[in-house]
């Protein structure tokens, strides 16, 4: 990480202006998702209709990374089924491993912007923060 | 900046394997001079065998080399005697021992347990674990927004059933002195057993325990250029005597039979199983080299960078810093914050460029709940730092916003 910053343009356009951080009206599922030591903190929300994520939003605070991670998660997931979504999860996990080939990143399109967060150990759980959420609540 | 021609950082390896690294973390842990990083090399080269058990001559090598940092401990903060010394592993667990032992066997149901909300998390939990288990009652004295807290206040909130009152000396957050030795006044006309935390305070200011007064100082070697896992714990010998031993077993004794033991004297009877000679030898020789600089000196280098860096950080629009606006009562510790952006980012994008700072809670949720934020960045300087960390410090601490995507 020397020399370079790690927030990219795209980081800080989620961070900044997310999309998906709203209140929503409509949804079959919410769960709130915690890093406590962290104090991230983001509630997730889908609707989701015959195995299809039809929306989602999110709201909450945290860092930069969690929020930007989160948005682009969503941004990713809405209109997928719900196994194309899991499928995802498992990607982006791979990725933060180190372990995605080129093509299976560029699958992940804005998310791989967040590649290196394996090399800041203490944020990874950041940047997981809404995919482990999302998860947890098409896993139920 | 007029500080002293004199290059410390020569003196620690660490700036050998890192020249450019501005380490603004020093109240986590200072880094270590080779002075101390050879003496524990020594040590273990040529003194090392089991102290205070062997019979020949390396195991009295150990012990005398281990009983002599006991030495410089006392004559370090001024302790009557060297049975007032208790070599732990931190401050943390010198804090658990005055909890578990004077406060298992002095503190009753109804009694009250008096902290300061500002407390690290080391000199609270023990406390409120010790209140459940005796169902006595854990109370909070509580802070100006400047983070004082004045002999009034505490005045205030004493009560005849005040068993304990638990402050650190230099809070870890807000870096302002308490004025302890006015408080352990209070607290022992009130009938009160004064525990102070000195973690922050021992390594740069002059700490004297019979100035001051109080009943328990506790604080760790790391935080004062020794190694990890050697601590200590100061115990007025009045009181460490009535007590009963923390932790049990080995070196701890005198006699054992299978239903009984008489314990060992002060302050052996504290320090159960083999004890870390190697990091109470490295302890010495971090005295040893803060007693060669003098505390006149790092508290001068300590206050001339202070308000170096609370200066430059006034001007800089968007960020706030923790506590007191005035440098002279920061100690070397700056909390901030930055509109906009999470601590966890500022912490990222300064280790991008070469600046070590934490962030977080600082082990102090209380507080950060109390002063309604959720966690912050903290800059904390020893006297090893130059006025070029703290510029570099400066210089990125006004890009953060920008490079976070936000105007300046
Ligand atoms: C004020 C204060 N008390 C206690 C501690 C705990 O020190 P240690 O982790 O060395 O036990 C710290 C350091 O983190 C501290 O700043």
Partial sequence: MANETFYSEVLTDHNMHPVHKHEMSVCTCSREGIN?????????????????????????????ISQASADIMLDLVIGRTVDEAERLHELFMKM????????????????????????????????????????????? | MNLNERNYKTDFPAFDAYPGLAYLDNSATTQKPGAVIDAVRQFYREENANPLRGLYGLAVKATEAYESARIAVRDFIGAKSEREIIFTRNATESLNLAAYSYGRAFVNEGDEILVTVSEHHSNLLPWQLLAKEKHARLCFLECTPDGEYTPEMLKAALTPRTRIFAAAQISNVFGRLNPIKEFAELCH???????CDGAQSVPHIPVNVREIDVDFLAFSGHKMLAPMGIGVLYGRESLLEKMPPFLSGGEMIEYVTRENATYAELPHKFEAGTVNAGGAVGLHAAIDYIGKIGFREIESRENTL?????????????????????????????TFTIDDVHPHDIAAVMDSDGIAVRAGHHCAQPLHKHLGVMSTARA????????????????????????????E
């Avoid at chain 1, 991230?40 to 860092?63: A, M, P």
């Fill in chain 1, 36 to 64: 406590p030591s962290c104090g991230d903190d983001i509630v997730l929300n889908l609707n989701i209709e015959n195995g299809v994520i039809k929306d989602g939003s999110f709201t909450g605070s945290g860092c930069a």
């Fill in chain 2, 306 to 334: 202070t308000r170096q860096l609370i200066e430059g950080m006034r001007d800089i629009p968007h960020v706030h810093i923790i506590g007191s606006d005035k440098p002279e009562e920061h100690h070397g510790i700056v």
């Fill in chain 2, 189 to 195: 006309a009130n009938g009160t057993v004064i525990v």
């Fill in chain 2, 380 to 407: 904390s300087i020893a006297f090893y730092n130059d006025s070029g960390d703290i510029e570099k410090f400066l210089g990125c601490l006004k890009t953060i916003r920008r490079r976070m995507g936000f105007g």
């Fill in chain 1, 96 to 140: 933060i491993r180190g372990e995605c080939s080129e093509e299976e990143i560029d699958e992940l399109e804005e998310a791989g912007a967040l590649r290196d967060i394996s090399h800041m150990p203490a944020r990874v759980k950041c940047a997981v923060l809404g995919w482990r959420t999302m998860s947890e609540m098409i896993s139920r």
